[in-house]
C-alpha cells in the first residue's frame, strides 16, 4: 500500500488506537498530525515518530469545538502543506460507566455527545475544503461495538458515528472523499484501563458472543483503518466495520 507523500491528521492520537494508527501511517511515509487534548503525550508520540525518521507534529485539539478543529486542520496543511487522510478517532470511553439515561445530567449528555459525535462532524467539516484541493482524500471514524449494545449514553453517540458515516460517504463522494468507520471490539488501550482490566475484558468479550474472549491490541483496529485509507480500499464507502474478534450479540 503506497502512502508516500500523504498526510494524515488523527484526533486522539496522544495514546491508544490513535496512537497506533500514527506509527503504522508514518512507517509507510505518510506525515502525521499528532491531535489530541493533551499535548504533552501527543508530544511524546510524535516525538518518537521524528526520532525513527518519520514525520510528525504535535497540535492541542478540543475536538468538542467546531474552532478548535478548524485550527487543527489549518496546522497541519501549515506543517505540511495539504491534508489526504482523517482519522476521527477522539471519545471518551468513560461515558460507558454514566447513569441510564434517564438519570443523566444533560451537562454530562452534552459533553459526550460533542466529544464522542458531533467531532466527527466539525473535524470532517474543517478537513474537506483541503481535501477537495487534492482531488479526494479518505476518512475513517471509530465507532464501537457498543453502537449496536445497550450501553447508555456510549451506545447513543457511537450509534450517531454510524449514522454521520453512511451520510457523509453519501455527501462527499461527488468530492472523491471516502467515509467509512469501524466499530472496535474490546481493546486493550490506555482509555479502558480504568474502566475495567484485561481480564474483565475477555470476560465482557465471551459476554457479547465472542467465543474466543479475546482481547485486541491497538495496532489490530489500526490496520484494519490504514487499509481503508488505502488505494486498495478505493471502492470500499459508507460502511461500519466490526472488527471484534467475532462478537455475534446484537441490538
Not at 491531535?35 to 478540543?62: C, F, H, Q, R, Y
Not at 470511553?93 to 467531532?119: G, K, W
Not at 467515509?179 to 474502566?195: C, F, L, Q, R, Y
Not at 491497538?218 to 466495520?241: M, R, T, W, Y
Request: charge should be negative; glycine fraction near 10%; include cysteine.
Amino acid at each position: 500500500m503506497s502512502f508516500s507523500g500523504k498526510v494524515a491528521v488523527i484526533t486522539g492520537a496522544a495514546q491508544g488506537m490513535g496512537a497506533a494508527y500514527a506509527r503504522l501511517l508514518s512507517q509507510r511515509d505518510v506525515a502525521v498530525v499528532v491531535a489530541d487534548i493533551n499535548l504533552e503525550l501527543a508530544e511524546s508520540v510524535a516525538a518518537s515518530i521524528t526520532a525513527t525518521g518519520g514525520k510528525a507534529v504535535a497540535v492541542k485539539v478540543d475536538v468538542g469545538s467546531p474552532e478548535s478543529c478548524k485550527e487543527c486542520i489549518a496546522a497541519a496543511v501549515k506543517a505540511f502543506g495539504q491534508l489526504n487522510f482523517l482519522v476521527n478517532n477522539a471519545g471518551l470511553l468513560s461515558a460507558a460507566l454514566m447513569p441510564p439515561l434517564q438519570d443523566l445530567s444533560i451537562d454530562d449528555y452534552q459533553r459526550v455527545m460533542s466529544v464522542n459525535m458531533h467531532s466527527v462532524l466539525y473535524m470532517t467539516q474543517a478537513a474537506v475544503p483541503e481535501m477537495r484541493k487534492q482531488g479526494g482524500g479518505a476518512i475513517v471514524n471509530t465507532s464501537s461495538i457498543g453502537s449496536w449494545q445497550a450501553t447508555g449514553i456510549y451506545s447513543v453517540s457511537k450509534a450517531g458515528v454510524n449514522t454521520l458515516s453512511v451520510n457523509l460517504a453519501h455527501s462527499l463522494a461527488a468530492d472523491n472523499i471516502r467515509v467509512n468507520a469501524i466499530a472496535p471490539g474490546t481493546v486493550d488501550t490506555e482509555g479502558m484501563k480504568p474502566i475495567m482490566s484485561v481480564e474483565q475484558m475477555a470476560q465482557w468479550a465471551k459476554m457479547s458472543g465472542q467465543a474466543t474472549g479475546q482481547v485486541a491490541g491497538p495496532e489490530l483496529i489500526a490496520q484494519v483503518g490504514v487499509f481503508l485509507l488505502s488505494d486498495e480500499a478505493a471502492f470500499v464507502n459508507g460502511q461500519v466495520f466490526p472488527v471484534d474478534g467475532g462478537t455475534v450479540i446484537r441490538i
